[in-house]
Nanobody, 127 residues
Framework: QAQLVESGGGLVQAGESLRLSCAASGRPWNSYAMGWFRQAPGKEREFVAVTSWNGGHTEYVDSVKGRFTISRDNAKNMLYLQMNSLKPEATAIYYC????????????????????WGQGTQVTVSS
């Protein structure tokens, strides 16, 4: 059964750091583009960062460039998001994705069928 499970969220103060993790199982996730998206209260889900199947390509939303780093460990089927210098506007539920939503081009994934989501992890940044 395909499964993406996020962890690592929590409550931090502005300026602090968090590292989100996504444990993937049930499919050959190391062949998929993967990414992180977030949804703040009252807003639509938005793209945060994505990476190609081998980590060779990454993209970030402008608001997190230089502060967030996406990475993956295909041997462990893990996806990470290191978030530094957090700001209150980063408060949201963060979701792990694999597949279509994270693919920026056909070569970003060896497999591109499907669009898979985790259940999300809450990140709250206080000012």
């Amino acid at each position: 059964q395909a499964q993406l499970v996020e962890s690592g969220g929590g409550l931090v103060q502005a300026g602090e750091s968090l590292r989100l993790s996504c444990a993937a199982s049930g499919r050959p996730w190391n062949s998929y583009a993967m990414g992180w998206f977030r949804q703040a209260p009252g807003k639509e889900r938005e793209f945060v960062a994505v990476t190609s199947w081998n980590g060779g390509h990454t993209e970030y939303v402008d608001s997190v460039k230089g502060r967030f780093t996406i990475s993956r460990d295909n041997a462990k089927n893990m996806l990470y998001l290191q978030m530094n210098s957090l700001k209150p506007e980063a408060t949201a539920i963060y979701y792990c994705n694999a597949g279509a939503s994270s693919s920026r081009a056909d070569y970003w994934g060896l497999r591109n069928e499907g669009d898979y989501w985790g259940q999300g992890t809450q990140v709250t940044v206080s000012s």
